[in-house]
């Protein structure tokens, strides 16, 4: 019932009480009064007779008027509300008849006392079958009957969760998934029973079946992939290393009979060399990530030795561009974690090597820290040409690379970065990176 609704109804009756408030004043007051003024105006005992029968029929008309406008009101207004709720009935079955799953209400023994038009074609039965005392649980499959019952008896109880998976079973035996969600009929502050929805998840089956047959088959996939990706480099790297083996002894054996260009030519092939074994080695490391084979060995590892060696490692290669390097402690202690120094060593090559490769001129610092949290941190900090703020979410995706194409300046795979994370999330530490293009950037790795 709407608000004006209840507004005008509220009024009426207040009209009416005022009526029969007045008529009970009004009454009362003149049978009170009426015997004791009517002997003022005459003393004939029949004349009195006569008034006082009058008065008698009066009050009985007024009476029987007042009753019949009353009960006449009343049943106007039963009229009204019989039609409301018929008029309500009907909107709800209207409702539930224009709804595609089925909707239903059962009392508390699991009998159908209503149900939607959505159900008869769901389940292939007739309405005269479904009305007539029909069980609920004939529409589910005996196995699963038992913890229907279960569940339905908890659910009124308010003990279980209204959500539920069945197999459900049609008039001609065939079965199809559905989820029901129910919940209790109160009347009367007692529980007599459910009501709900149940809406068959055949598609649903279908498309998540679909997608794990489609996630194995990626699966699948990726470890062939990754299979021959580590196949294909190994094939490689063994005649490269006998290459570079050979070239080394080559360049020694003719050292005093080569000239410049000669000498530059062994250089090349060397630098040649040595990018495609780094390239092969990612290649092999990616590899060993995507098919899940890296085994995390932890140790407690000194993070200072561990830097201070590559930055050794790399002074060659900073000092051909006149780069300056360091590695410094702001720790108070020796800078001791627990974790997998392979793995540590690998990320903090990737990033140094990243930072000289592409620093034209200036500085390499990496420094040791602790953070707010007391956790340790490296900072490593160049002078390069940093990193467009449009393109750092992307430095961490496998073969991306903010220069791309045969004229870029920069040599390099795009596996660096990308290695760097997923063996950061193994160790379960973090990254954060800030760069200004042509100013440098700045890579902090904190170990949790």
Same mark, same amino acid.
């Given at each position: ?99 595609? +799953? ?89 529980t007599s029973g ?13 498309? $998540?079946? +679909? ?37 080394s002894f080559l ?54 030795n561990i830097l ?24 108070? $202690? ?30 390499? $610092? ?34 991306? +690379? ?47």
């Amino acid at each position: 019932m709407s608000y004006l609704h209840y507004k005008k109804d509220r009024s009426k009756h207040s009209g009416i009480i005022k009526i029969i408030s007045i008529y009970i004043i009004v009454g009362g007051l003149w049978i009170l009064f009426s015997d004791s003024i009517l002997p003022h105006f005459t003393n004939n005992i029949v004349t009195l007779t006569y008034i006082a029968t009058a008065k008698g029929l009066l009050f009985i008309l007024v009476t029987a008027g007042l009753l019949y406008f009353l009960i006449n009101n009343y049943t106007n207004d039963i009229k009204q509300a019989e039609a409301n709720f018929q008029e309500s009935e009907k909107r709800y079955e209207e409702l539930a008849n224009s709804l595609p +799953q089925m909707i239903f209400e059962v009392d508390n023994k699991g009998l159908i006392k209503f149900t939607n038009l959505a159900s008869y074609k769901m389940f292939g039965y007739t309405q005269e079958e479904i009305t007539a005392g029909f069980s609920v649980f004939r529409t589910i499959v005996p196995e699963d009957r038992e913890r229907a019952r279960t569940n339905m008896v908890q659910i009124m109880k308010g003990e279980k969760q209204d959500v539920e998976e069945y197999s459900a079973i049609r008039k001609d035996g065939t079965t199809f998934p559905v989820i029901i969600f129910s919940s209790p009929i109160i009347t009367n502050k007692m529980t007599s029973g459910l009501r709900g929805i149940a809406i068959d998840i055949t598609e649903r089956k279908i498309m $998540e079946d +679909q997608l794990i047959k489609a996630k194995e088959k990626a699966e699948e996939s990726d470890k062939l992939k990754s299979e021959f990706l580590a196949q294909m480099s190994h094939e490689i790297r063994t005649p490269l290393n006998v290459i570079l083996s050979y070239n080394s002894f080559l360049r020694d054996e003719l050292q005093n009979y080569l000239n410049e260009d000669q000498i530059t030519g062994f250089n090349a092939v060397d630098t040649a060399g040595s990018r495609l074994i780094r390239t092969i080695d990612l290649i092999l490391n990616m590899a060993e990530l995507h098919a899940g084979k890296l085994e995390v060995r932890t140790s407690n590892i000194n993070l200072y030795n561990i830097l201070n060696e590559l930055i050794k490692e790399f002074e060659y290669s900073a000092k051909e561009k006149n780069l300056g390097t360091s590695c410094s402690n702001s720790c108070k $202690e020796i800078p001791v974690i627990k974790s997998d120094g392979y793995i540590v060593t690998e990320i903090f090559q990737n990033l140094i090597d990243n930072a000289i490769k592409y620093t034209l001129s200036g500085k390499v $610092e990496v420094n040791i820290y602790k953070n707010e949290k007391n956790n340790y941190c490296v900072a490593i900090k160049d002078t390069g040409i940093g990193i467009a703020s449009e393109y750092i979410d992307k430095i961490f995706l496998p073969f991306s +690379q903010e220069d791309t194409g045969y004229s870029r300046k920069y040599d390099g795979n795009g596996l660096g970065l990308a290695l760097v994370q997923k063996y950061l999330n193994l160790i379960h530490a973090e990254i954060k990176v800030e760069s200004v293009k042509g100013k440098g950037s700045l890579f902090t790795v904190c170990f949790n």
